[in-house]
């Protein structure tokens, strides 16, 4: 009874071990299981030693046939969160999550980067990509972008409370201001992160109007805490970005009762927001299977939901009545 059991393990393992595992390496492997298995080692032991070769082959194979793809992205909670008890759970890092998962074909690795360092990469033809990107006409020249699959929250001006009665005057009856006129005060110092693209209208204001006296831009990695670190300590007088984020870092520093976001007449729409890869035959290639996904990701509750945590119930109504609209046709 053993025998006849034995003798039928080893014609099934062989026939399964052909499906599995590449010709070269079959006939030695097959030879060491059947002695194993005529000197009736215990079953546990036979399928151990099994499930370590048959992986270990799998994943030789597997690395051996996949390209990979090197995803960048820069140090900006609550986007991408790197550290603390949220890393990986930031808007960026559960799209970049939802688009890997669907690209099974592809080894994915991540770095961080600013985004000049971001574009210049896949400028240069690297097989790398982004996938948090937006457009500029610059970023057009030298990177190949997927179909829009999520649109952005709007960038405002971020500033101290203290700071309110400085704008005043700049202001509409709604609250509202435009950043090229308060670009030319000069007593209003801007922070921006260099590199980083907020829609081509403000790219444009703050290309035209910046010069020493008006405006900074820094080029640390973490593009924005270190922006909001200069404004609590009072060596800028503002900065931009999105009002979730602001929030976001404001609290981790300790400040959050003392920051408010000012509307910008130059962001009366929200922005789309796109994958990026070199213009390379490799790039067409990613971005032609991102562009299937994004057929369906766009209107994915999976994908437009990501920004629910980090807006107030308000932003969050208008958010998603603009998905609707913007995307949805």
Same mark, same amino acid.
């Given at each position: 009874?053993?025998?006849? !059991?034995?003798?039928?393990?080893?014609?099934?393992?062989?026939?399964?071990?052909?499906?599995?595992?590449?010709?070269?390496?079959?006939?030695?492997?097959?030879?060491?299981?059947?002695?194993? =298995?005529? %000197?009736?080692?215990?079953?546990?032991? #036979?399928?151990?030693?099994?499930?370590?070769?048959?992986?270990?082959?799998?994943?030789?194979?597997?690395?051996?046939? %996949?390209?990979?793809?090197?995803?960048?992205?820069?140090?900006?909670?609550?986007?991408?969160?790197? /550290?603390?008890? &949220?890393?990986?759970?930031?808007?960026?890092?559960?799209?970049?999550?939802?688009?890997?998962?669907?690209?099974?074909?592809?080894?994915?690795?991540? !770095?961080?980067?600013?985004? !000049?360092?971001?574009?210049?990469?896949?400028?240069?033809?690297?097989?790398?990509?982004?996938?948090?990107?937006?457009?500029?006409?610059?970023?057009?020249?030298?990177?190949?972008?997927?179909?829009?699959?999520?649109?952005?929250?709007?960038?405002?001006?971020?500033?101290?409370?203290?700071?309110?009665?400085?704008?005043?005057?700049?202001?509409?009856?709604?609250?509202?201001?435009? &950043?090229?006129?308060?670009?030319?005060?000069?007593?209003?110092?801007?922070? #921006?992160?260099?590199? !980083?693209?907020?829609?081509?209208?403000?790219?444009?204001?703050?290309?035209?109007?910046?010069?020493? %006296?008006?405006?900074?831009?820094?080029?640390?990695?973490?593009?924005?805490?270190?922006?909001?670190?200069?404004? /609590?300590?009072?060596?800028?007088?503002?900065?931009?970005?999105?009002?979730?984020?602001?929030?976001?870092?404001?609290?981790?520093?300790?400040?959050?009762?003392?920051?408010?976001?000012?509307?910008?007449?130059?962001?009366?729409?929200?922005?789309?927001?796109?994958?990026?890869?070199? %213009? *390379?035959?490799?790039?067409?290639?990613?971005?032609?299977?991102?562009?299937?996904?994004?057929? *369906?990701?766009?209107?994915?509750?999976? =994908?437009?939901?990501?920004?629910?945590?980090? &807006?107030?119930?308000?932003?969050? /109504?208008?958010?998603?009545?603009?998905?609707?609209?913007?995307?949805?046709?």
């Amino acid at each position: 009874m053993g025998a006849q !059991r034995d003798r039928g393990t080893s014609r099934f393992s062989r026939r399964y071990f052909q499906r599995m595992l590449p010709a070269t390496r079959l006939s030695s492997f097959l030879n060491i299981i059947e002695v194993l =298995v005529l %000197k009736n080692l215990s079953l546990c032991v #036979y399928a151990s030693f099994f499930l370590l070769f048959t992986l270990g082959f799998a994943s030789i194979s597997s690395a051996e046939d %996949k390209d990979t793809i090197s995803w960048y992205h820069p140090d900006f909670p609550p986007v991408y969160i790197l /550290e603390g008890p &949220l890393a990986g759970t930031g808007v960026g890092d559960s799209i970049l999550a939802y688009f890997v998962e669907r690209m099974p074909g592809y080894h994915h690795e991540t !770095r961080v980067a600013n985004f !000049r360092r971001i574009i210049t990469t896949i400028a240069a033809g690297e097989e790398a990509c982004g996938i948090t990107l937006l457009k500029n006409a610059e970023r057009d020249k030298v990177v190949l972008f997927s179909d829009a699959f999520m649109i952005s929250p709007l960038n405002e001006i971020i500033t101290l409370k203290k700071n309110l009665s400085t704008f005043a005057p700049l202001m509409d009856a709604e609250g509202g201001v435009s &950043l090229k006129s308060v670009m030319e005060k000069s007593e209003l110092m801007l922070g #921006y992160s260099n590199g !980083r693209s907020y829609s081509r209208k403000i790219d444009q204001i703050i290309k035209s109007s910046e010069n020493e %006296k008006n405006s900074y831009a820094a080029s640390s990695l973490d593009i924005f805490v270190s922006l909001m670190k200069m404004l /609590e300590r009072e060596r800028i007088e503002y900065t931009i970005g999105y009002g979730y984020e602001a929030m976001y870092v404001a609290r981790q520093l300790g400040f959050e009762a003392d920051v408010v976001a000012i509307p910008l007449h130059e962001q009366n729409s929200y922005i789309p927001v796109y994958a990026g890869c070199p %213009k *390379t035959d490799w790039g067409q290639k990613v971005i032609a299977q991102i562009n299937t996904i994004v057929k *369906t990701a766009r209107l994915d509750p999976q =994908v437009y939901g990501v920004y629910k945590p980090w &807006l107030d119930p308000g932003s969050w /109504e208008r958010y998603l009545k603009s998905v609707f609209q913007i995307l949805g046709g």
